[in-house]
């Protein structure tokens, strides 16, 4: 039996792309996974929750749902960039915020949470104080309402990225502190069904570009490993990191081999 069996997981987002391959790779290890998504998955999880995460009610709805206690919780549920901003932040930024913390005291000692965040947030050190004040709000509500207030240039998308990655490098040592590691998977383009979206918020060009830096698009298999990974125990002094799984594209526009893409 691997290191997952007999362990149990919150997994957003199973219903497709990254979070259905996750959820499988976990149930083939042995390990009992329940879904949160507001659509069923057809991977065999042992329970699947109902929640729309653009909602904190239904957040708190589908959390008071959890029973006992887990080893992990997978944050993947996403939206591209074609979705009205203000929905964009809340599923992608304040809904990872809101559930993150209202898993941490159903998480066992040496639990991990892993996000899947986005290559697309690079630009994050350039609009650390913006983040930081989203961040600094203290409610799902109030996140919403700064952001309203506070309109950000560029796609939403992007932005929304820039605030889960800091979210998830500033909440290491609180994790810590709870016996608890985090930690966010940062893909470039990934083959999922919505690469199309992306394709059109960002550019087909710019997307296509890459993809002939690198090769190929990854495969939702490429990113639910370093998932898996990061749950692991081989990973147990990897907290409050953001690591890049995107072939090589990332490390290049750092160290200025290529330029930074308009996306």
């Given at each position: 039996?691997?290191?997952?069996?007999?362990?149990?997981?919150?997994?957003?987002?199973?219903?497709?792309?990254?979070?259905?391959?996750?959820?499988?790779?976990?149930?083939?290890?042995?390990?009992?996974?329940?879904?949160?998504?507001?659509?069923?998955?057809?991977?065999?999880?042992?329970?699947?929750?109902?929640?729309?995460?653009?909602?904190?009610?239904?957040?708190?709805?589908?959390?008071?749902?959890?029973?006992?206690?887990?080893?992990?919780?997978?944050?993947?549920?996403?939206?591209?960039?074609?979705?009205?901003?203000?929905?964009?932040?809340?599923?992608?930024?304040?809904?990872?915020?809101?559930?993150?913390?209202?898993?941490?005291?159903?998480?066992?000692?040496?639990?991990?949470?892993?996000?899947?965040?986005?290559?697309?947030?690079?630009?994050?050190?350039?609009?650390?104080?913006?983040?930081?004040?989203?961040?600094?709000?203290?409610?799902?509500?109030?996140?919403?309402?700064?952001?309203?207030?506070?309109?950000?240039?560029?796609?939403?998308?992007?932005?929304?990225?820039?605030?889960?990655?800091?979210?998830?490098?500033?909440?290491?040592?609180?994790?810590?502190?709870?016996?608890?590691?985090?930690?966010?998977?940062?893909?470039?383009?990934?083959?999922?069904?919505?690469?199309?979206?992306?394709?059109?918020?960002?550019?087909?060009?710019?997307?296509?570009?890459?993809?002939?830096l690198v090769g190929r698009h990854a495969t939702p298999d490429d990113i639910a490993d370093v998932v898996l990974f990061l749950a692991s125990d081989a990973a147990r002094w990897i907290n409050g990191q953001a690591i890049a799984v995107d072939g090589g594209i990332t490390g290049a526009i750092a160290s200025g081999v290529?330029?930074?893409?308009?996306?």
């Open positions: 039996m691997s290191e997952f069996g007999n362990k149990r997981y919150v997994v957003t987002g199973a219903a497709s792309g990254i979070g259905d391959a996750t959820a499988r790779k976990l149930i083939e290890a042995g390990a009992e996974v329940v879904s949160l998504d507001r659509n069923i998955p057809s991977a065999p999880v042992s329970r699947h929750i109902d929640v729309d995460l653009a909602n904190p009610r239904s957040i708190d709805a589908a959390v008071e749902q959890l029973d006992g206690s887990y080893d992990g919780l997978m944050n993947i549920a996403g939206i591209p960039g074609t979705a009205p901003g203000d929905l964009v932040i809340a599923v992608n930024s304040l809904a990872v915020r809101h559930l993150t913390e209202a898993c941490l005291g159903r998480l066992t000692p040496g639990s991990a949470v892993t996000i899947v965040s986005s290559t697309a947030g690079f630009d994050w050190p350039e609009r650390l104080e913006a983040i930081r004040e989203l961040l600094a709000t203290d409610s799902f509500e109030a996140g919403a309402a700064w952001f309203k207030e506070h309109p950000q240039p560029g796609n939403a998308y992007n932005f929304s990225k820039m605030v889960t990655t800091v979210y998830t490098m500033s909440m290491g040592l609180a994790a810590a502190q709870q016996g608890l590691r985090i930690n966010a998977v940062l893909p470039g383009p990934v083959e999922t069904p919505i690469l199309v979206d992306f394709e059109e918020s960002m550019g087909k060009e710019t997307l296509d570009g890459v993809k002939g290529v330029p930074k893409p308009e996306i």
